[in-house]
């Protein structure tokens, strides 16, 4: 029995503290230590030797001795995930997927794990049943198990939270690709503390980090935030782990974004959209057109942004509402969009242009459910207003690509080319642009109609 041992951890960012502190000196937030007890002096030593007929030895190997192993990455049936991953799942890798829970992330990747048929894959839940899951593979792999029987053969399912047992029987299957769901349910008995509690999630990370090191089986590890992210859980993972995926949406909206925010093996600028229906997520291979509902009648208040999420070009439809103000304080509301970037373009407005959004309610939503960060949507989100303003409808073959600066003038955005060649396929007559982008589009020929501008 080792010597038990307690430290206090920061719940919001895993800050490890030898005595309780008030503020956390890493992430400035108050009242967030906890006591968790640790016990450190019995290191269980997972021996992986005998997992794989090559076992892994640590020499020092010349850099040209070593083959690229690029070619060998686990491709998955999934397009948009095999993008997101920078081409397919690297041996050996650990992958966290964060998102809020009930958004779809046990569903996305038991689908997947489905999909997966000639390796074996072993599926850990320790927050649903044997039942539960086997209900959800047969709606989400229905068409996909009649066509193929041998699918289920090689997935393997495991409800199970203990680490020590979860790697007794991993040695025992020797899976190809381990799926862990969630890792906030895991426990290792090495530790203390509660399942869910940072020690917990760090040490329990760190014994599956190690077994995929050792064996070249590559890992995925789902976990849960909050929308305020203040579960811990994830964040604290994410420098031990290669590869971070964010799945995030509104769980509202049948659409689903899963963005990379860290990739060891491939850009970060990746993006995957799915739709949620009821055999599972489906892929969207072309997100633009389902995105614009609006194409038939004219409505005040709707602009198209011509935009770009990851590195994926998207035409995504803003929708604004500009009411007389009843009560003494005007609102501003949003969904997908900042709020404090929607005031600093009501000030633009006022200050610049002389409309009276003081006095004003301003509702503003894009379409979808979407989150964007992208600043050129800033045009479109000033003519939305604008046009709910004067209660005069925008020409809708005509959309907007340009981020709007303090002093009312219109910037130039990245990879301008590629927006306005999404514009021009999904019919649009005219895109808007900003005049600094002129320089780029000389040496392109379109046949839709840019018209530049400099100022608002
Ligand atoms: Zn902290």
């Known amino acids: 029995m080792g010597k038990v041992k307690s430290a206090y951890f920061c719940q919001n960012c895993g800050y490890e503290s030898v005595k309780w502190v008030g503020q956390c000196p890493s992430c400035n937030q108050w009242n967030s230590f906890v006591e968790e007890l640790i016990q450190k002096e019995t290191r269980n030593n997972n021996d992986w030797k005998n997992y794989h007929?090559?076992?892994?030895?640590?020499?020092?190997?010349?850099?040209?001795?070593?083959?690229?192993?690029?070619?060998?990455?686990?491709?998955?049936?999934?397009?948009?995930?095999?993008?997101?991953?920078?081409?397919?799942?690297?041996?050996?890798?650990?992958?966290?997927?964060?998102?809020?829970?009930?958004?779809?992330?046990?569903?996305?990747?038991?689908?997947?794990?489905?999909?997966?048929?000639?390796?074996?894959?072993l599926y850990i839940s320790g927050e649903e049943s044997e039942q539960q899951i086997k209900m959800r593979a047969d709606r989400v792999g229905a068409n996909l198990l009649n066509k193929n029987t041998a699918a289920s053969a090689n997935f393997f399912l495991l409800t199970e939270t203990s680490t020590q047992v979860i790697f007794q029987e991993i040695k025992k299957l020797k899976p190809a690709l381990v799926i862990v769901d969630s890792v906030q349910t895991l426990q290792t008995p090495l530790i203390d503390s509660s399942p869910g509690s940072v020690s917990q999630i760090r040490e329990c990370a760190a014994e599956f980090q190690r077994f995929a090191k050792d064996t070249n089986t590559p890992v995925i590890l789902i976990g849960h935030i909050t929308k305020d992210g203040s579960i811990a859980g994830p964040k604290i993972l994410e420098h031990m782990v290669d590869t971070v995926l964010q799945f995030e949406g509104d769980r509202h909206y049948a659409y689903r974004i899963l963005r990379t925010l860290k990739n060891r093996f491939g850009s970060t600028s990746e993006l995957g959209i799915y739709e949620m229906t009821d055999q599972g997520m489906r892929g969207i291979i072309n997100p633009s057109e389902i995105l614009i509902t609006q194409k038939e009648e004219q409505l005040s208040g709707i602009a198209i942004a011509a935009t770009i999420e990851g590195i994926r070009p998207l035409l995504i439809e803003v929708?604004?509402?500009?009411?007389?103000?009843?009560?003494?304080?005007?609102?501003?509301?949003?969904?997908g969009f900042d709020l404090r970037?929607?005031?600093?373009?009501?000030?633009?407005?006022?200050?610049?242009?002389?409309?009276?959004?003081?006095?004003?309610?301003?509702?503003?939503?894009?379409?979808?459910?979407?989150?964007?960060?992208?600043?050129?949507?800033?045009?479109?989100?000033?003519?939305?207003?604008?046009?709910?303003?004067?209660?005069?409808?925008?020409?809708?073959?005509?959309?907007?690509?340009?981020?709007?600066?303090?002093?009312?003038?219109i910037r130039a955005v990245n990879r301008i080319e590629q927006r306005i060649?999404?514009?021009?396929?999904?019919?649009?007559?005219?895109?808007?642009?900003?005049?600094?982008?002129?320089?780029?589009?000389?040496?392109?020929?379109?046949?839709?109609?840019?018209?530049?501008?400099?100022?608002?």
């Open 341 to 409: 970037r929607l005031q600093l373009l009501l000030a633009v407005l006022e200050k610049r242009g002389g409309f009276h959004f003081g006095v004003k309610d301003v509702f503003l939503n894009i379409a979808g459910g979407l989150k964007v960060e992208d600043p050129s949507i800033d045009l479109a989100v000033l003519c939305a207003l604008l046009s709910s303003y004067e209660d005069v409808p925008l020409n809708h073959h005509v959309c907007f690509a340009g981020e709007v600066g303090l002093s009312g003038e």
């Open 421 to 456: 060649a999404e514009a021009e396929k999904l019919g649009f007559e005219k895109i808007i642009v900003s005049k600094y982008n002129q320089k780029g589009l000389a040496k392109q020929k379109f046949n839709i109609n840019i018209v530049t501008m400099s100022r608002v």
């Open 53 to 121: 007929e090559e076992k892994r030895s640590n020499r020092i190997i010349a850099l040209n001795e070593i083959k690229s192993s690029e070619e060998k990455r686990v491709n998955t049936q999934d397009t948009e995930l095999n993008r997101v991953l920078g081409g397919g799942i690297v041996p050996g890798s650990i992958i966290l997927v964060a998102g809020e829970p009930g958004i779809g992330k046990s569903t996305l990747f038991l689908q997947n794990a489905l999909q997966l048929t000639d390796i074996k894959v």
């Open 319 to 335: 929708q604004a509402l500009v009411t007389q103000s009843v009560y003494g304080t005007p609102q501003r509301t949003v969904s």
